[in-house]
C-alpha cells in the first residue's frame, strides 16, 4: 500500500448522466483536468483509474474528494474534511 494521498479535486460529488452498459474511468489522484474522470495524470505515482460499469442509464455521483470509501461512487466522506 502506498503512502500517497490523493489531491481533493472538489469538495462535493460530481453528478453525471451515466448510459447503461457503458464503463467509465474515474480519476482516483486528484490530478486529472478532466474530473471525475481520468486523464493520465497519475502516471508515475501508484494512483490508477477505477473502472466503472453503469448497471442503469441515470445520474450518479462520482466521488470529488477521492476519500470515498466506495470508490468511484460518492459516500459522503467530504463532509469530514
Known amino acids: ?4 494521498i490523493p489531491e481533493i479535486a472538489q469538495k462535493s460529488p ?3 448522466e ?3 452498459g457503458k464503463s467509465y474511468f474515474w480519476c482516483s489522484c486528484g490530478k486529472s483536468q478532466r474530473q471525475p474522470f481520468c486523464d493520465g ?3 508515475g505515482s501508484s ?3 477505477v473502472k466503472y460499469t453503469a448497471e442503469k442509464t441515470g445520474k ?3 466521488c470529488g474528494c477521492k476519500n470515498s470509501d466506495k ?3 460518492c459516500d459522503g466522506s467530504h ?3
Open 1 to 4: 500500500m502506498s503512502d500517497e
Open 14 to 16: 460530481y453528478g453525471v
Open 18 to 20: 451515466v448510459t447503461e
Open 41 to 43: 495524470s497519475h502516471k
Open 47 to 49: 494512483f490508477a483509474p
Open 60 to 62: 450518479v455521483f462520482f
Open 71 to 73: 470508490q468511484p461512487l
Open 79 to 81: 463532509t469530514e474534511l
